[in-house]
């Protein structure tokens, strides 16, 4: 693959999954303001994520994951005051998304202007939005103070995401700037659901209990 990328190989960082050193997470959150792209874990399989501003770094995780025009990025948001400033979301759906929040869901919904058309889905101007429940993701959104540009980290022709850190790093050293490695935060994704329109639906089942959504 001929991406472009900082510098060399990736940077491994090996940060505790409850208790992650902040010294670490300011290391990284200085490579995504570089518009660095990282590998890091979530509580539904690892990520690859790039700050919002980055057009690069968005176009390097399409040309990782062989994605078309048509995938929905995901932005991955510390809190419900980050996530209501990047998608519509009336009342109802309000608190349906609140009730299982922080957790393994990714909701699809209406974006408003604060979200680069790049990022968007072509036809319905929607886009992927979770919170995620890990610690480690957490720091780094803390520190970032704004949404991670996320994709799970599903190589293309593989039908599950990569789990170990130290084999992201192996297999993906020459495209990629970070990896954090905090052990195996599992291979399920999270379960999508898309509240766009006005009845919900599930587009995959994972971590996430559909049940609410059913």
Same mark, same amino acid.
């Given at each position: ?102 957790? *393994?869901?990714?909701?699809? $919904?209406?974006?408003?202007? /604060?979200?680069?058309? +790049? @990022?968007? !889905? ?34 293309? *022709?593989?039908?599950?995401? $990569?789990?170990?850190?130290? /084999?992201?790093?192996? +297999? @993906?050293? !020459? ?40």
């Amino acid at each position: 693959m001929d991406v472009p990328k900082l510098d060399g190989m990736a940077r491994y960082f090996d940060v505790h999954p409850v208790d992650p050193q902040p010294r670490a997470i300011r290391q990284v959150v200085d490579l995504l303001n570089e518009d660095g792209l990282i590998a890091y874990p979530t509580d539904s399989s690892y990520a690859l994520g790039c700050r919002l501003g980055n057009r690069k770094g968005i176009e390097r995780i399409r040309e990782i994951r062989h994605l078309g025009s048509d995938h929905h990025f995901t932005l991955v948001c510390r809190d419900f005051a980050q996530f209501g400033q990047f998608v519509q979301l009336n009342n109802s759906r309000f608190r349906m998304v609140k009730s299982v929040t922080p957790g *393994g869901y990714t909701f699809i $919904l209406p974006a408003t202007k /604060e979200v680069p058309r +790049r @990022l968007l !889905h072509p036809k319905k101007k929607t886009v992927g939005v979770r919170i995620p429940d890990h610690r480690v993701a957490q720091a780094l959104l803390a520190e970032l103070g704004e949404p991670l540009v996320s994709s799970t980290l599903l190589l293309p *022709g593989e039908s599950e995401p $990569l789990t170990q850190g130290w /084999e992201i790093k192996e +297999r @993906l050293d !020459h495209l990629l700037d970070a990896v954090l490695d905090s052990g195996d935060c599992g291979a399920e994704p999270t379960t999508v659901v898309d509240l766009s329109r006005e009845e919900p639906e599930i587009l995959r089942r994972g971590t996430g209990d559909p049940a609410p959504f059913e």
